[in-house]
C-alpha cells in the first residue's frame, strides 16, 4: 500500500491535518492500517467511506466482508496458511476469474502467486486486514468442521464411538451429535447459498 497517495486523500479531504498525520506517523511507526483504526476509533471518520477512499487510491474497489457470501468452494482453493499469512481470501468464482479480498490487492507478485495456486486468473479487491482475518477465521473454520461432520454426523446411542461399517446402525438409534443451535445456524446458511 502506498503511504503517500493515502496520505494526499486524507489531507485533500480534510480528514485530518499535515501535523496530526505527521504525528500519527510517528506513534504508529508509518503503519498505514494502524493509522486508519485510530482514525476509525476516534470518530474522525467512518470504515466505510475510509475504506472507500483507500479503495480509490488504489483504483481498486473496497468491500465490507460483513455483507459478503463466500463459496466455500472456491474460498479452500486458496490454502489457509497462504491466506492467513498475505491477507486475502477468495470470495467467489464467475466464468474464469476468482474474486478475492485483498489487504494489499496491488501486491503483483502475491496476486501471481494466488493465481498459481487456485490455478485461474484472479481480480482482487480491498477490504482492512481484520475483516480478512474474521473471515478467513470464520470460512475456513466453517468448511473444516462441515467436512469432519460429514464423516462423524451420527453416532450409536449406546457409545460415542462411530457405528461399525459392518454391522450399521438402525436409523430410528442413531442420534445426531450436532447441537440444536449449529444445525439451524447450518440449515439457514446453506439456504442462502442456493
Keep these: 500500500m502506498v503511504n503517500n497517495d493515502l496520505s494526499k486523500i486524507l489531507l485533500s479531504n480534510n480528514i485530518i491535518g499535515e501535523q496530526e498525520l505527521h504525528d ?33 487510491s488504489l483504483n481498486i474497489t473496497y468491500v465490507t466482508l460483513k455483507k459478503i457470501k463466500f463459496q466455500p468452494d472456491v474460498v479452500v482453493k486458496l490454502p489457509e496458511d497462504f491466506a492467513r499469512t498475505h491477507k486475502i481470501i477468495p470470495m467467489y468464482k464467475f466464468g474464469n ?46 468448511n473444516n468442521s462441515l467436512q469432519g461432520l460429514i464423516k462423524d454426523f451420527f453416532v450409536s446411542p449406546s457409545n460415542t464411538e462411530k457405528p461399525d461399517k459392518n454391522n450399521p446402525v438402525k436409523e430410528e438409534e442413531q442420534k445426531c451429535l450436532i447441537p440444536e443451535p449449529t444445525q439451524k445456524f447450518l440449515t439457514e446458511n446453506t439456504k442462502q447459498i442456493h
Design 24 to 56: 500519527l506517523n510517528g506513534i504508529y511507526q508509518n503503519n498505514v492500517f494502524d493509522i486508519f483504526l485510530h482514525l476509525i476509533q476516534e470518530g474522525i471518520i467512518e470504515r466505510e467511506e475510509l475504506g472507500r477512499l483507500i479503495g480509490d
Design 97 to 142: 476469474v476468482i474474486t478475492v479480498v485483498a489487504a494489499d490487492p496491488r501486491n503483483s507478485i502475491m496476486i501471481d502467486n494466488v493465481e498459481k495456486l487456485v490455478e485461474c486468473r484472479v481480480n482482487p479487491l480491498f477490504s482492512f486486514p481484520d475483516e480478512i482475518d474474521e473471515a478467513i477465521e470464520s470460512n475456513y473454520i466453517l
